[in-house]
């Protein structure tokens, strides 16, 4: 399967993340709840991919002669923090007047775009990066999964790669494993060694120490959201990827569509962060790892402030937030 997710014989086609990188295996989802639950488990998961599955949701729904704005309330809300999620339903949602037909001719046109789209920002972001860094070959830091896995079928943040590696300029990428489901670990580790690029990975502690021992060149993620200002939402552990980084004078490149751009959204405060269940982190395998009685903060992301970033940069070049709201003001 060349894209992460696809349309094929009246059914919604995704590579099962869950199941990497033991097996490769292929779901087909025929119903509206098969794909909820799909992007609640995170079978299917990155912002890009998610945009992707919200338009195809409501072509299923539509072919299936369902209650489609409400089947397309139910996709919307399956995640709250990516953005694009929504951006595909209401995008595919503008067709319905014109027939199932329609909207999934433009569900199929997102998907297409997808590819491009992040094709471009990564290109883009490829030449900031070798502006940023003089050394070559260069090491990357990774955080989450920001590549194929993450989007319709090329890569926001680790495009970039795909990019330098075609030139010979990527010595190694460390890839942080990406707590609490380890998306670094399985996803990107599994997709560097597909394509042959050096990789080492790394727990999320270990970031701040590799960079002090001069290993990381610049810091590559993607993104959930961005605010008009710039903010970010990413992955947990993103924020404090990017302190590190600035305290280190190591550059910190945000790469993502320009559909995961909030103009709505004034700043990163206003974004809805998803709380995963306490059992993520406090079993392993179905074994408690914990005191039965402890209490558990498990967020799945959190917002990097626009200052700590060198740059983000989307289909379009480097993203120029909107004029900052000044913060903590007094009422």
Same mark, same amino acid.
């Given at each position: 399967?060349?894209?992460?997710?696809?349309?094929?014989?009246?059914?919604?086609?995704?590579?099962?993340?869950?199941?990497?990188?033991?097996?490769?295996?292929?779901?087909?989802?025929?119903?509206?709840?098969e794909l909820v639950d799909a992007v609640k488990r995170l079978a299917v998961r990155g912002a890009p991919a998610l945009g992707?599955?919200?338009?195809?949701?409501?072509?299923?729904?539509?072919?299936?002669?369902?209650?489609?704005?409400?089947?397309?309330?139910?996709?919307?809300?399956?995640?709250?923090?990516?953005?694009? @999620? /929504?951006?595909?339903?209401? +995008?595919? !949602?503008?067709? &319905?007047?014109?027939?199932?037909?329609?909207? *999934? #001719?433009?569900?199929?046109?997102?998907?297409?775009?997808?590819?491009?789209?992040?094709?471009?920002?990564?290109?883009?972001?490829?030449?900031?990066? @070798? /502006?940023?860094?003089?050394? +070559?070959? !260069?090491?990357? &830091?990774?955080?989450?999964?920001?590549?194929? *896995? #993450?989007?319709?079928?090329?890569?926001?943040?680790?495009?970039?790669?795909?990019?330098?590696?075609?030139?010979?300029?990527?010595?190694?990428?460390?890839?942080?494993?990406?707590?609490?489901?380890?998306?670094?670990?399985?996803?990107?580790?599994?997709?560097?060694?597909?394509?042959?690029?050096?990789?080492?990975?790394?727990?999320?502690?270990?970031?701040?120490?590799?960079?002090?021992?001069?290993?990381v060149d610049c810091v590559l993620v993607g993104a959930d959201r961005i605010a008009a200002n710039g903010d970010v939402a990413?992955?947990?552990?993103?924020?404090?990827?990017?302190?590190?980084?600035?305290?280190?004078?190591?550059?910190?490149?945000?790469?993502?569509?320009?559909?995961?751009?909030?103009?709505?959204?004034?700043?990163?405060?206003?974004?809805?962060?998803?709380?995963?269940?306490?059992?993520?982190?406090?079993?392993?395998?179905?074994?408690?790892?914990?005191?039965?009685?402890?209490?558990?903060?498990?967020?799945?992301?959190?917002?990097?402030?626009?200052?700590?970033?060198?740059?983000?940069?989307?289909?379009?070049?480097?993203?120029?937030?909107?004029?900052?709201?000044?913060?903590?003001?007094?009422?």
């Open positions: 399967m060349r894209r992460t997710i696809d349309w094929a014989d009246g059914a919604i086609v995704v590579i099962d993340q869950t199941a990497l990188p033991g097996e490769y295996r292929l779901l087909e989802l025929r119903t509206v709840g992707a599955a919200g338009a195809l949701g409501v072509a299923l729904s539509a072919r299936l002669d369902s209650d489609v704005r409400r089947d397309a309330e139910l996709i919307a809300h399956a995640r709250p923090t990516a953005v694009n @999620l /929504a951006w595909g339903v209401e +995008r595919a !949602l503008g067709k &319905l007047g014109q027939g199932e037909d329609a909207v *999934l #001719a433009e569900a199929l046109a997102l998907l297409d775009e997808d590819e491009l789209l992040n094709k471009a920002a990564s290109k883009h972001a490829a030449e900031i990066v @070798l /502006a940023e860094c003089p050394r +070559r070959p !260069l090491r990357l &830091l990774s955080h989450c999964n920001a590549g194929r *896995l #993450a989007t319709v079928g090329w890569g926001s943040a680790l495009g970039v790669v795909w990019h330098l590696h075609e030139r010979g300029l990527v010595e190694e990428v460390l890839v942080d494993e990406t707590r609490p489901l380890l998306q670094g670990a399985r996803l990107t580790a599994w997709e560097l060694a597909q394509e042959k690029v050096p990789y080492r990975v790394q727990p999320d502690g270990a970031a701040a120490a590799a960079m002090a021992r001069g290993m990413n992955k947990i552990g993103t924020y404090g990827l990017a302190i590190a980084a600035r305290h280190h004078e190591i550059p910190f490149v945000v790469v993502a569509p320009s559909s995961t751009v909030d103009s709505k959204l004034a700043d990163g405060a206003g974004i809805a962060i998803e709380e995963r269940d306490a059992r993520e982190l406090t079993g392993y395998a179905g074994v408690p790892i914990t005191p039965p009685d402890a209490r558990v903060f498990n967020p799945a992301f959190d917002v990097t402030p626009f200052e700590l970033v060198t740059a983000v940069v989307t289909e379009h070049g480097r993203f120029s937030p909107a004029e900052r709201p000044a913060r903590h003001q007094q009422p």
